[in-house]
């Protein structure tokens, strides 16, 4: 396999190593969104997005939702990535020098305590690997980055604590996506079908477009509803439940599913991620 895989952030960025760790074969491109990495592999169908969609500490990515259905680009794979959050300063600088602790608002909130421990002043910045740039191009002593092992080798900083993150489990959860579908893989393997939909506006809609899930043994392993169109009575539903889409038991389940609902838009059927069969549903 050659070509592109797209990620949004700075050069360094968790995405970054993701793609880094997940395709070896393929260059990392850095884009400036979302939005522009599903551009991306739109306008050159052969490459490969990596999306953040969850992560074990922070939660979902609310923005990843409402461009799945729209973004033109069908799910392939799965990937976990454990998150090993590191402190970075400028060359000499040491753990006592640091007063002020730079990076993304969701990885200061996952090393809350131990820069509590410190005395350390968090402040927010745009991105990990952003945040490790702009410490190293800056040059003062005082002030640190928390961003992955990858920013650091990039921009040349010192490694003053590792694996600070406060939560051991602390995991993300990223797609992957194409703009063409590939192969749907067998029905012998153990797969995940992702959905959006969209139910009727009728009593007990979404209780009965469920039940059929149930009834036919289907573990339903996410479900996230997210207003749309600017409404706060429209609501949409992403959905990954562990079932191939041309077993009886689906069929059977979204035939129900299709009854109570207004739209579906399939995402895609993709092999299970092994990190995923062992962690309890």
């Given amino acids: 396999m050659s070509g592109h895989i797209h990620y949004q952030g700075e050069p360094g960025a968790f995405s970054h190593l993701a793609c880094s760790s997940f395709f070896p074969a393929l260059e990392p491109q850095s884009c400036i969104s979302f939005a522009a990495a599903f551009a991306a592999v739109r306008n050159t169908p052969g490459d490969l997005a990596m999306i953040p969609v969850d992560n074990s500490v922070a939660g ?14 069908t799910i392939i794979g799965e990937h976990y990535l454990p998150v090993h959050h590191n402190l970075w300063g400028i060359r000499g600088a040491k753990l006592t020098d640091i007063t002020t602790v730079r990076s993304h608002p969701m990885a200061l909130g996952q090393v809350r305590r131990r820069l509590q421990g410190w005395g350390m002043q968090p402040k927010a910045d745009t991105d990990t690997a952003g945040a490790a740039r702009r410490v190293a191009e800056r ?16 921009y040349g900083l010192d490694l003053l604590a590792e694996n600070i993150q406060d939560a051991d489990h602390n995991t993300t959860r990223f797609l992957v996506l194409s703009a063409t579908s590939g192969d749907i893989p067998s029905k012998n393997e153990d797969v995940v079908t992702s959905f959006v939909f969209r139910v009727r506006s009728v009593p007990s809609a979404l209780y009965k477009a469920l039940g059929g899930f149930a009834t036919n043994g289907i573990n339903i392993t996410k479900l996230e509803s997210y207003m749309i169109g600017g409404s706060f009575k429209a609501a949409q539903f992403y959905m990954d439940v562990e079932a191939h889409p041309e077993s009886e038991a689906m069929k059977h389940a979204m035939d129900e599913l299709k009854f109570f609902s207004e739209e579906i838009i399939m995402l895609g059927t993709y092999t ?3 990190v ?3 962690t309890p549903s």
């Fill in 60 to 73: 979902r990515v609310s923005d990843i939702y409402h461009l799945l259905p729209e973004g033109g680009l």
């Fill in 139 to 154: 040059g003062d002593k005082t002030i640190g980055a928390v961003a992955s092992s990858l920013a650091g080798e990039i």
């Fill in 272 to 274: 299970a991620d092994p």
């Fill in 276 to 278: 995923r069969l062992l």
